[in-house]
């Protein structure tokens, strides 16, 4: 059975830093398309990052409203994944989901559709 669970959430003001934690069980993920997405109350989800594995190289992407202040990482040998989140700001409150795909990249993997395993999320509330 695979499971996905974060760690990191919690309570920062406007400027800080939160570093998010994903870890895997259940099955491998060392190629494969993961991802961060965040829903806040009454928004869809929305991905804030994305790295997909694609002609031999890792590939990130982030949305405008993120680029810049969140980096993703990923540690193969111990099947977890990660978010430093910088400079945050009231509007990254939301709860944050880990994900993951069962291919290394695809045109879907943008959109919570494209994943296939999820976490149960972390809040992160930034406060002014």
């Known amino acids: 059975q695979v499971q996905l669970v974060e760690s990191g959430g919690g309570l920062v003001q406007v400027g800080g830093s939160l570093r998010l934690s994903c870890t895997a069980s259940?099955?491998?993920?060392?190629?494969?398309?993961m991802a961060w997405f965040r829903q806040a109350p009454g928004a869809e989800r929305e991905y804030v990052a994305v790295?997909?594995?694609?002609?031999?190289?890792?590939?990130?992407n982030y949305p405008d409203s993120v680029k810049g202040r969140f980096t993703i990482s990923r540690d193969n040998a111990k099947n977890m994944w990660y978010l430093q989140m910088n400079s945050l700001k009231p509007e990254d409150t939301a709860v944050y989901y880990c994900?993951?795909?069962?291919?290394?990249?695809?045109?879907?993997?943008?959109?919570?559709?494209?994943?296939?395993?999820w976490g149960k999320g972390t809040l992160v509330t930034v406060s002014s």
């Open positions: 790295s997909a594995y694609n002609y031999g190289a890792y590939y990130r």
């Open positions: 259940g099955r491998t993920f060392s190629n494969n398309a």
């Open positions: 994900a993951a795909s069962v291919a290394q990249y695809s045109s879907s993997m943008l959109r919570p559709e494209g994943m296939n395993y």
